[in-house]
């Protein structure tokens, strides 16, 4: 498998060994967690084609290991559910430019609130480079810690997937289905945003998200 991973970015990427070894780790570990639910060739394709997706706007080839794990696995968790026969939770994603603020603190608070409950994806139409930290220190401040999230595009197969799509300032680069429930959220956004500034742009997404929420899963 090493080998076949090499040769298939190589064409396109100026990969250092290392990286090239980390992609063949990511593999191997999404080849263990999504065991007995999809098969290996599907997780190996998927890795590359994430890695080679995220290489053309990457300023560094450092992280893209580590982004083509992520991207791929919320990929394979859509793909599951694109493929399961039963009912499932409902699914939202949540998207905005930059996937470093808004949707990330949206994403953030849903899993807070819904833990298992809900399916949570998020991605940008330009995907920084890292988080905005002062969003990062404004959900601290909520005891959600989202730090190690990684801002990335969004694909298919997670639109396809999700039951709710929420936008938030990404207009006409926002993917558009047929079929699927759109909510638009006109949230002013963080990016040079003083803390109590962004404080009130989070306070007002927690606002949407339980509404969100409660219309997903009505108390029982």
Sequence with gaps: MAEFIGTELSMSSTLTVEERHLILQAVERLQRR??????????????????E???PRATTTAWIPVLAERFAADRLRALLRLESSVDLNPAVLFLCVHNAGRSQMAAGLMRHLAGDQVEVFSGGSEPAESLNRTVVEAMGE???????????PWSDEVVRAADVVVTMGCGDACPVFPGKRYLDWELEDPSGRSLEEVRLIRDEIERRVKGLFEELVPTR
């Design 34 to 51: 999504f065991d007995g639910q999809l098969n290996s060739e599907t997780i190996e394709r998927f890795v590359i084609d994430s890695a």
């Design 53 to 55: 997706e995220l290489l």
């Design 142 to 152: 909520k005891g959600i810690d989202i730090s190690a999230e990684i801002p990335q």
